[in-house]
């Protein structure tokens, strides 16, 4: 069982790419992979916008999905 990211103090820098990656593997749309990978980077949404030349508006829409997908996989603790 994943108790969740925010609920493991002391996760190094190792344990948190291994995390990121196994969230980016839940997602089937590769353009939602693409999408956050990117904000798990660090980018804004205006950079993804041009990264991936999308409007700001379909990369938030997609952001809700995201979200909706992660709060929705139960191996995970998605902070809202």
Do not use: C
Request: aromatic letters at 4%.
């Amino acid at each position: 069982e994943n108790p969740g990211i925010q609920q493991q103090p002391g996760r190094d820098i190792e344990d948190l790419t291994l995390y990121h990656h196994e969230l980016i593997e839940t997602l089937n749309d590769p353009l939602e992979r693409q999408l956050a990978s990117l904000l798990l980077e660090g980018k804004e949404v205006s950079e993804i916008s041009s990264i991936l030349g999308k409007s700001p508006a379909t990369v938030y829409r997609k952001l809700q999905r995201i979200k909706e997908s992660w709060s929705q996989t139960s191996e995970f603790s998605v902070v809202p």
